[in-house]
């Protein structure tokens, strides 16, 4: 959840413009950082109310989209601010962790990376090949028994000596 919603951003730049696009005055009355009103008023002047949207989802994107906003800061066409506006970026600090990671990986730097923790796979118990022929079904019946009979002289034996620790009331 984003700490300030759209109606805030909205009341805190109607009371900016009426009090004669006062900043100081703005920050102290709402109790805000510089650079967030900064960054409120930039974005209403350079995309109107909309550009004071709160997103709902985070965003993912390309390698392609992120490797365009480095070289466009990269040649200097434009700072990371800057960036933020032309490319619809809600923060600097998105563009900035993609310059640290593409100077210290590369373009592997700029890959999506799954979250979270990876999934199990299931183990399903393997099952027998089906018998090709009468006497290989027999063979597997002839196992299948085995252990049943096994599992059920396991379970007698496990019945009598819980049987001989009870005490006799």
Known sequence: MTKYTQRFKQQVLDF???????????????????RTLARWIAKFNHNGINGLAVLGK????????????IQAIKK?????EAACFRFDIPSSGIISQWLQRFEKQGIDGLLLKPKGRPSMKLNSPKMP?????????????????????????KLQELNQQKMQKKPSS
């Open 16 to 34: 900016y413009h009426q009090n004669g696009k006062n900043r100081s005055l703005t920050r102290q009355y709402f109790q805000l950082p510089q």
């Open 58 to 69: 985070k965003r993912c994107y390309s390698v392609e989209f992120k490797l365009k906003v």
């Open 76 to 80: 200097g066409q434009c700072s990371a």
């Open 129 to 153: 090949p089906t018998p090709k022929t009468e006497e290989e079904r027999l063979r597997y019946r002839i196992l299948e028994l085995e252990a049943e009979n096994a599992m059920l002289k």
